[in-house]
């Protein structure tokens, strides 16, 4: 029930305690795009004051009392860009493709439309869908949020946890269904979920729910939803593979796109050169520098993230590691640690790279190469957020 948070956390916090069955995500290795080197460089711009001026005030929208009131003690003042230019297509019904930066509040973009509907029209229900099961949390987290004190009932459709939980969701007919496509198709199959009647879809970070080769799950899901419905695809890229989605789904969508070039400007770009003797201890030499407080770093498989985070723990940094290889308790373990600075140095599996919004992340570490430029884009995006300056540093081999 959004009535009240607590009775989520508590939800939440029976789950942890359950037992679960690992659950390896589905990787894979192939062959890594070239990238030149110097695309890993770039000095930050120095932060000016804001350059967008917002339309509307969050108070022009006409939103109903109760998301007004959440926003405010949320302290959202002023709409970002893509929200500004958004949420008033959102609420008058149409369709829409939002392309923005990272972090620069996509979610609350789709969320906000989203809920005044829920609220305002009570046969309405909506289905998002994210790529991973922490983006699918943080979503519904926000969706409470905004929504809190709606009374209105959510389902967290995710992998990796057990179906009690889920099953026991579902069966109060909840309105707003938050999921990824693997556990969500998983409950269309069994019949505990029925979306024929859902009118509202949402595809957030679709681009890389293609990559995850969730096409299938996604293309299935959407043809159940009902015919007559809105939908919001947001992300912060947008392919061909994507606009085949949009068009085969959408009508006559609005393109919203307010991307201010391919990385955030306030992330500080540059490259550690490393030769085979001495990688580890160029990277320990960063992270004992005063101005690395907390830092995210990447590695490429679940077994070289282990080793990784496992060497540093050694060194004496307080690191752990996120990875597919770990059950979802562990993984929101180490998440919820590294939010709340109880560790200063994640080691990750590019799991970690989209949309993960942790504040004040001061580093991002391209410990090994990404598997293209635009992964390149994602993981650097986890820092430099909320007009700070970020660093991010890739290693490359002389
Ligand atoms: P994105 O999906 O574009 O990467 P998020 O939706 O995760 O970005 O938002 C990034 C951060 O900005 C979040 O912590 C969110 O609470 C905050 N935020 C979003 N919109 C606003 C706003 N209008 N005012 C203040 N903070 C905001
Ligand atoms: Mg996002």
Known sequence: MYQNTDYRNRRYNQARTQKY?????????PKKAFIHPSKFVQ????????????KHNFIDFGLVDLIQQNLQSMKFQIPSPIQDQAIPYGLSGRD????????????????????????????????????TRELAEQIEQQCLTIGKTSGLDGALLIGGVSMRNQLSDLGYNPRIVIGTPGRVKDHLERG?????????????????????????DITHILSLVNSDKQSFFFSATLDNRVKKIIESFSDKPIYISVK?????????????????????????D??????????LIFDDTQKSVEKLSRELVARGFSADSMHGGKSQAQ????????????????????????????????????????????????????????????????FIEQ
């Open 21 to 29: 069955s690992s659950s390896r995500s589905r990787s894979r290795q």
């Open 96 to 131: 829409i493709v939002g392309i923005a930066n990272t972090g620069t509040g996509k979610t609350a973009a789709f969320a906000i439309p989203v809920l005044n509907k829920l609220i305002s029209v009570h046969t309405s229900k909506a289905i998002i869908l994210a790529p």
């Open 192 to 216: 505990s979920l029925k979306i024929s009647d859902f009118n509202i879809v949402v595809l957030d970070e679709v681009d890389r729910m293609l990559d995850m080769g969730f096409v299938q």
């Open 331 to 394: 993984r929101q373990r180490v998440l919820k640690k590294f939010k709340t600075n109880e560790i200063a140095v994640l080691v990750a599996t590019d799991v970690a790279a989209r949309g993960l919004d942790v504040s004040d992340i001061t580093h991002v570490i391209n410990y090994s190469l990404p598997q293209s430029y635009e992964d390149y884009v994602h993981r650097i995006g986890r820092t430099g957020r909320a007009n700070k300056v970020g660093h991010a540093l890739t």
């Open 260 to 284: 201010m070039g391919e990385t955030s400007e306030n992330v500080e770009q540059n490259v550690v050169e490393y030769s085979s003797v001495n990688k580890i201890d160029k990277l320990h």
């Open 43 to 54: 000095s930050a711009k120095p932060i000016t004051k804001e350059t967008y001026i917002s």
């Open 286 to 295: 960063i992270l004992i520098d005063s101005n690395t407080t907390k830092t």
